[in-house]
């Protein structure tokens, strides 16, 4: 697998299309803070890291829903392999002025935009969600 992280926001794209009140993927501490992001911001319910015996744990994540509709309407993996994206405090994107959020890998740790320029750091902007 190339990219990780693409992987689990495209198996949460994924389920989130079909109404699935859950998904699992493999477990990393990136993925978790990444999942932390989310549930800070609202977008999931939560995750739990579920050891299976066989050495990998995987994360079981549950996701939110309003009305029947996912509350996750849009998920981009921003910096990929091939490309990484980078900025700083004075260029972070806005996503859909405000409304969203950009996730980014900083010096601090993983944090949404707003966290970022509050802490003045900027970093990898990792994926955006609305």
């Known amino acids: 697998m190339n990219d990780p ?38 977008f999931i319910r ?3 890291v579920i050891d299976s015996g066989d050495h990998k744990p ?35 994107p806005q996503v859909r002025n405000g409304l969203g959020v950009a996730i980014v890998s900083t010096s601090k740790g993983v944090m949404s935009d707003s966290k970022a320029r509050a802490a003045n750091v900027g970093g990898e902007v990792l994926c955006t969600v609305f």
Request: glycine share 8%; net charge positive.
């Open 5 to 42: 992280l693409g992987d689990m926001l495209t198996r949460i794209r994924n389920a989130a299309m079909r109404n699935k009140s859950t998904v699992r993927s493999p477990s990393s501490k990136l993925r978790q803070r990444v999942l932390d992001v989310l549930q800070d911001e609202g």
């Open 58 to 92: 995987e994360i079981e994540i549950s996701l939110k829903y309003f009305e029947g509709t996912p509350v996750i309407r849009e998920l981009k993996r921003v910096s990929k392999p091939g490309r990484r994206a980078y900025s700083n405090v004075g260029a972070m």
């Open 46 to 48: 939560g995750y739990e």
